[in-house]
Nanobody, 122 residues
Framework: QVQLVESGGGLVQPGGSLRLSCVAS????????MGWYRQAPGKQRELVAA???????NYADSVKGRFTISRDNAKNTVYLQMTSLKPEDTAVYYC????????????????WGQGTQVTVSS
């Protein structure tokens, strides 16, 4: 069984920092793109940042210059370093991975983590 498990969320004051981690485990053949999404109450889920297996990155305009996405391919892990956090960053953050898993046969799939709450408040 393949799963993504996030960690690192919590309560932080405005201007503070947090680092989210997401580990993929199970019968994984390869992982292509990985990303972080977030969903605030009453809003749609939105892309925060994404990274390819070649380490090309893409960010939402609202987080550019404040958030950094990275990955460790050997550990099947993606990170999101968040700095200068604002109250509007408050949301549940979800990890996503586009991967190929062992069936057999090999099967492409898109998996989500369970989410981790980030709350920015004084």
């Amino acid at each position: 069984q393949v799963q993504l498990v996030e960690s690192g969320g919590g309560l932080v004051q405005p201007g503070g920092s947090l680092r989210l981690s997401c580990v993929a485990s199970g019968s994984i053949f390869s992982i292509n793109g990985m990303g972080w999404y977030r969903q605030a109450p009453g809003k749609q889920r939105e892309l925060v940042a994404a990274i390819t297996n070649g380490a090309s990155t893409n960010y939402a305009d609202s987080v550019k210059g404040r958030f950094t996405i990275s990955r460790d391919n050997a550990k099947n892990t993606v990170y999101l370093q968040m700095t200068s956090l604002k109250p509007e960053d408050t949301a549940v953050y979800y990890c996503n991975a586009q991967m190929v898993i062992w069936g057999p046969p090999l099967k492409p799939t898109d998996r989500w983590g369970q989410g981790t709450q980030v709350t920015v408040s004084s």
